[in-house]
């Protein structure tokens, strides 16, 4: 027998990948049968672990004289007993390509939040539908769930094919179904095949009842997803976890870097005080280190002696978070008693903890059409986007822009209990404040699928952003003559037209941008509403901005497109002269100048004008609105 260099597979071991997964989908849909079948399959089971497993089957008589492979997974009596998932199961097993972390989660709608806590740390996820039953309104909570959590990468399963028959029909018929359902949504990629988890059909083998499909098996996908490596290259930030003081000449500030990088001698900011310092060293257990990036634990010694303290928030002073009193968050609500805006609770934002008051919900997200409902509370396992007044200043970024700092959990003042977990949308700044909250919602007679529908198209914010002169109304204006000569309704905002009138009474300071921004995404949102496709060209350089108009549309109805130009040709272009007018200092406040442009980090579509011409930018836009099926 050959000798096996144990050191050789150790170290390839660790080159290896990891994949964080979630399955999730409706009740009974084989969510743990599949995971046992993972790691059955992958040669992950003892025989002792397979023997109890045996034993176990026979005693609660769930698969006859077969072993049950879900009660790998379902390890408490009570769901031992009742055939279900209740609480998160997180399993691990490797294959040759690749490692994998799986948290298999509940069906049941009174565990959501089981669910929501084991999506928020997955990179994908497996949302598994039964083929006798179809979409169920759990596979569009969770699927929603998944989107608001910032998974952008889904498989599709459709289980228990064994039990119709493995018939094709049914597979496509369940396909078409969810991809209208999925549109909506902010998924990068989806994936859908049809498997039997209880027999293994296409799970890691094709098996000849599938053989009509031509597709990957799961573990293949799951082998060649394309996995987030660590956000190394995106805005520092390490939220303080400990200030380390183990002996009288030092002082360290530990945490773990949520992404960017750092190294000795980069300047750094404090927020929210804004104290600036440099890093003088990078400490950890094992040496100093020349850099650090995101993932890693490290202590950071500053050449200045400034006030820091648990809960504040390490940046770069070029790319600084936002600092608020008041924020927007998406909050999914977790307990039976239901989120009151007046009363009094506890967020926890990292390891900083504030007291918080939820002002008024703006809106119920109805988990089946996905509308936006008007309401005065959030009841257990809804979702709605919420006003919260803080019990002081916090520094946070949008959810979109770091998952860390971008988060909270809500918490019971009086029962300690986390009764809610929430997704910052943007900041509140006096201009947001709402002093209409009186004034009752006019519901319409006629929606706005169904003026749409008269126009064949679906509603929609085509929003362009870029520098000066990068050239987004050459390409929105070609945009709308396209779309006017093929029948489509739409209308075009420019940001110069529009503050010749609605904004003529904005300057260009941060907080005048904000203002104009929440305007224009206002009127933008009633023009939706009347079911047209709507044009925006602003250079709207704020991301948390750009979220904030997001947030006013319903899913899949805010199209970012980012019209890409270097600084240095938006310049050669100067097309209104204004680029020499603010280097000479005439104008202030100049963005790409004296005020930064934060480019998009994920938008739907990118128009560069470097490469294309504004016809081929355009041809680049009607082909992502014919495939979305927003021009019909």
């Given at each position: 027998m050959a000798e096996v260099d144990i050191e050789k597979v150790l170290a390839a071991d660790s080159r290896k990948d990891l994949l964080r997964f979630i399955t999730c989908g409706s009740v009974d849909d084989g969510k743990s049968t599949l995971i046992g079948r993972?790691?059955?399959?992958?040669?992950?089971?003892?025989?002792?672990?397979?023997?109890?497993?045996?034993?176990?089957?026979?005693?609660?008589?769930?698969?006859?004289?077969?072993?049950?492979?879900?009660?790998?997974?379902?390890?408490?009596?009570?769901?031992?007993?009742?055939?279900?998932?209740?609480?998160?199961a997180y399993r691990y097993f490797a294959t040759a390509r690749r490692k994998f972390i799986i948290a298999d989660t509940p069906g049941h709608e009174q565990y959501t939040r089981n669910m929501a806590t084991g999506a928020s740390t997955a990179d994908a996820a497996v949302i598994l539908v039964d083929a006798r039953n179809g979409v169920q309104t759990q596979t569009r909570r969770h699927s929603y769930i998944v989107s608001?959590?910032?998974?952008?990468?889904?498989?599709?399963?459709?289980?228990?094919?064994?039990?119709?028959?493995?018939?094709?029909?049914?597979?496509?018929?369940?396909?078409?179904?969810?991809?209208?359902?999925?549109?909506?949504?902010?998924?990068?990629?989806?994936?859908?095949?049809?498997?039997?988890?209880?027999?293994?059909?296409?799970?890691?083998?094709?098996?000849?009842?599938?053989?009509w499909f031509d597709g990957p098996t799961l573990i293949e996908l799951l082998e060649t997803l394309p996995v987030d490596e660590g956000r190394s290259d995106a805005d520092f930030r390490m939220p303080v976890q400990y200030v380390n003081r183990h002996r009288s000449d030092f002082r360290g500030f530990a945490g773990t870097v949520s992404q960017g990088r750092i190294a000795p001698g980069d300047p750094i900011m404090v927020m929210p005080s804004g104290r600036q310092s440099r890093v003088e060293?990078?400490?950890?257990?094992?040496?100093?280190?020349?850099?650090?990036?995101?993932?890693?634990?490290?202590?950071?010694?500053?050449?200045?002696?400034?006030?820091?303290?648990?809960?504040?928030?390490?940046?770069?002073?070029?790319?600084?978070?936002?600092?608020?009193?008041?924020?927007?968050?998406?909050?999914?609500?977790?307990?039976?008693?239901?989120?009151?805006?007046?009363?009094?609770?506890?967020?926890?934002?990292?390891?900083?903890?504030?007291?918080?008051?939820p002002e008024l919900v703006h809106h119920r997200i109805d988990v089946n059409t996905l509308e936006h409902q008007h309401v005065e509370q959030l009841d257990l396992n809804e979702?709605?986007?919420?006003?919260?007044?803080?019990?002081?200043?916090?520094?946070?970024?949008?959810?979109?822009?770091?998952?860390?700092?971008?988060?909270?959990?809500?918490?019971d003042r009086i029962s300690n209990l986390t009764v809610g977990a929430g997704m910052i949308v943007r900041p509140v700044t006096d201009t947001l404040a709402d002093k209409?909250?009186?004034?009752?919602?006019?519901?319409?007679?006629?929606?706005?699928?169904?003026?749409?529908?008269?126009?064949?198209?679906?509603?929609?914010?085509?929003?362009?952003?870029?520098?000066?002169?990068?050239?987004?109304?050459?390409?929105?204006?070609?945009?709308?003559?396209?779309?006017?000569?093929?029948?489509?309704?739409?209308?075009?905002?420019?940001?110069?037209?529009?503050?010749?009138?609605?904004?003529?009474?904005?300057?260009?300071?941060?907080?005048?941008?904000?203002?104009?921004?929440?305007r224009i995404g206002e009127v933008a949102g009633l023009m939706a509403d009347a079911g047209l496709v709507v044009l925006t060209a602003f250079i709207s350089p704020f991301r948390s901005d750009r979220a904030m108009v997001r947030e006013l549309m319903e899913p899949g109805e805010f199209v970012e497109i980012h019209v890409k130009a270097s600084l240095e040709t938006c310049e050669k272009r100067d097309?209104?002269?204004?680029?020499?007018?603010?280097?000479?200092?005439?104008?202030?406040?100049?963005?790409?100048?004296?005020?930064?442009?934060?480019?998009?980090?994920?938008?739907?579509?990118?128009?560069?004008?470097?490469?294309?011409?504004?016809?081929?930018?355009?041809?680049?836009?009607?082909?992502?609105?014919?495939?979305?099926?927003?021009?019909?």
């Open positions: 993972l790691l059955f399959d992958s040669k992950q089971v003892y025989e002792d672990q397979l023997s109890a497993v045996t034993r176990d089957s026979r005693k609660w008589g769930t698969t006859g004289d077969q072993a049950d492979l879900a009660l790998l997974v379902d390890g408490l009596q009570s769901e031992r007993e009742q055939g279900i998932t209740i609480d998160v608001l959590l910032g998974i952008e990468k889904v498989i599709v399963a459709v289980n228990k094919m064994d039990l119709v028959d493995y018939d094709r029909g049914r597979f496509e018929e369940i396909w078409a179904e969810y991809e209208a359902f999925c549109n909506k949504l902010d998924f990068e990629e989806v994936h859908c095949l049809p498997v039997a988890a209880l027999g293994g059909d296409n799970v890691t083998v094709r098996g000849e009842n599938l053989a060293r990078i400490v950890t257990f094992g040496g100093d280190l020349d850099a650090a990036s995101a993932g890693q634990a490290v202590t950071l010694t500053l050449s200045d002696e400034i006030d820091i303290s648990r809960g504040d928030l390490l940046v770069r002073p070029e790319a600084r978070a936002r600092v608020a009193e008041a924020l927007d968050a998406r909050v999914v609500w977790m307990n039976d008693t239901p989120l009151l805006p007046g009363r009094q609770y506890d967020i926890k934002m990292g390891p900083k903890t504030l007291s918080a008051i979702i709605g986007l919420v006003r919260w007044r803080l019990g002081g200043p916090a520094a946070f970024d949008s959810y979109q822009h770091d998952r860390q700092t971008g988060a909270f959990v809500v918490i209409s909250r009186d004034v009752v919602w006019h519901e319409h007679k006629i929606n706005k699928t169904q003026r749409a529908g008269q126009k064949a198209q679906r509603p929609a914010v085509l929003w362009f952003t870029g520098l000066s002169g990068a050239g987004k109304s050459s390409v929105a204006n070609a945009l709308e003559q396209a779309l006017f000569q093929r029948g489509h309704h739409s209308y075009l905002l420019d940001g110069d037209n529009v503050r010749h009138g609605l904004n003529r009474d904005l300057g260009f300071t941060d907080e005048d941008r904000v203002e104009n921004i929440r097309p209104k002269g204004l680029y020499a007018k603010a280097r000479a200092g005439a104008i202030r406040h100049f963005t790409g100048i004296d005020s930064p442009y934060e480019p998009p980090e994920d938008p739907e579509i990118v128009v560069d004008t470097e490469k294309l011409s504004v016809e081929e930018g355009v041809d680049v836009v009607l082909e992502y609105l014919k495939r979305r099926g927003i021009l019909h």
